[in-house]
C-alpha cells in the first residue's frame, strides 16, 4: 500500500512537472501573454515539488524500526512504528524486530529447516534438521546495520548454526541422536536442543563476546537421519522385538489358557470328592428304591451281601417286564 501511495504521488509529479514545462515552451514558441511563463514556471516547480513527496516520509510497520542512513552516516535514533517526515536524501532501513525464522537454502532444508551433516562419536554420517527463531534488539539495530547490513542472518548467524551441530553430532553416538530426534519426549532430545541454543548463540556474538544485538530464541531438533544402512538395521531390529513381544503375549495367552484347565480340573476333582464323601450307605440304599419306583415292570438283581444286607451299588436290572 506505501508503494501504491508512492507511485501515485511520483505520477502526479510526473504530469505536473511536464504541464509547467509544456507552458514555458509554449511562451518561448509563440510569444504569449507574460502571464503563461509564470504559470508555466509556477508549474513545474510544483511538479518537481511533488516528485519529491515521497521522499520526504516514511512508514515503519508495527514490530520494526527504521534505520536512517543519511549518505552512508547512520543515526543511532531510530523510527518507531508509525508515519515519519524524513530528510528526501535519508534513506530509511525498516528492520523487523519480531520473532523470526532462520532460514537457510543453501543447506537443502525445507522452509524453516536447515540440514546439516556431521560424524557421530561412532565414525558415521548423521544428517540433523533443526530450526531456528530468533528476533533483533531495536536498539541495537542501527549498530548492527552499519556493522554487517541487512544481510546478517547469513552473515553472522549462518556460521555456527552450521558448526554447532557437527560438534554436538560428533558427541554422541547415531543411537542417542536417532532416539532423540524421532521422540519428541525422549530426555536426551532437550538436553541436545539446549546444547544447541547455547552453542548458536554464543557463536552470534562478536570476537570479544559482546552482544550484537541478534537473540536466539530456541533451536528446535527438527529430524535426524543415520546412513542408510544402519536405518535399515534398526528397523529390522525393531521389527524383531515386536515380533519377539508379540511371541511372549501369545505364550502368556497359552499360560493362561493351561492354567484355567488345570484349574477346572482341580475343581472338579474336589466336586467328586465331595460328592463321594457324601455318599453314605443309607443315602444309597434310600436312591435305590427310588431308581426302582421311576423303573416299574423291570426284574432286578439284588446280590445280598455276607452281612446279610443287599448292596444298592450293584443292583442290576435283568429283564424288561415283570410279571
Not at 262 to 286: C, D, F, M, P, R
Request: aromatic residues 8%; negative net charge.
Amino acid at each position: 500500500m506505501n508503494y501504491l501511495l508512492d507511485f501515485v504521488v511520483a505520477i502526479v509529479g510526473i504530469l505536473t512537472a511536464i504541464g509547467g514545462i509544456g507552458l514555458v515552451g509554449y511562451y518561448f514558441l509563440i510569444d504569449a501573454d507574460k502571464k503563461y511563463k509564470k504559470g508555466g514556471v509556477i508549474l513545474f516547480l510544483l511538479g518537481i515539488g511533488i516528485l519529491f513527496i515521497p521522499t520526504g516520509y516514511t512508514i515503519v510497520d508495527a514490530g520494526a524500526v527504521g534505520v536512517r542512513d543519511t549518505f552512508g552516516v547512520v543515526d543511532q535514533n531510530v523510527f518507531e512504528s508509525g508515519l515519519h517526515l524524513k530528510n528526501p536524501f535519508t534513506q530509511v532501513i525498516i528492520m523487523s524486530y519480531q520473532t523470526q525464522k532462520y532460514y537457510d537454502p543453501t543447506t537443502g532444508g525445507d522452509k524453516d529447516v536447515a540440514t546439516i551433516e556431521g560424524l557421530s562419536n561412532e565414525g558415521l554420517l548423521v544428517t540433523m534438521g533443526i530450526a531456528v527463531n530468533y528476533h533483533i534488539e531495536p536498539d541495537k539495530a542501527p549498530d548492527l546495520y552499519r556493522m554487517v547490513g541487512t544481510g546478517y542472518p547469513d552473515v553472522i548467524m549462518k556460521p555456527p548454526i552450521h558448526s554447532v551441530p557437527r560438534d554436538i553430532i560428533s558427541k554422541y553416538d547415531v543411537k542417542t541422536l536417532y532416539s532423540a530426534g524421532r521422540d519428541i519426549n525422549n530426555p536426551d532430545r532437550a538436553r541436545i536442543e539446549q546444547e544447541l541454543l547455547e552453542g548458536v548463540s554464543k557463536g552470534v556474538l562478536d570476537a570479544t563476546g559482546q552482544n550484537r544485538g541478534i537473540v536466539i530464541e530456541r533451536v528446535f531438533l527438527r529430524d535426524v537421519k543415520p546412513p542408510q544402512a544402519l536405518l535399515d538395521s534398526i528397523t529390522a531390529k525393531l521389527q524383531m522385538e515386536q515380533q519377539i513381544a508379540q511371541k511372549s503375549f501369545e505364550v502368556q495367552v497359552a499360560q493362561k489358557e493351561a492354567d484355567r484347565k488345570v484349574a477346572e480340573a482341580q475343581g472338579i476333582a474336589n466336586a467328586n470328592k465331595i460328592i463321594a464323601n457324601s455318599l453314605s450307605q443309607s443315602y444309597l440304599e434310600w436312591y435305590t428304591i427310588e431308581m426302582m419306583k421311576e423303573h416299574t415292570g423291570a426284574t432286578y438283581f439284588i446280590p445280598i451281601g455276607a452281612d446279610g444286607r443287599y448292596h444298592p451299588e450293584a443292583v442290576i436290572p435283568i429283564a424288561a417286564t415283570s410279571t
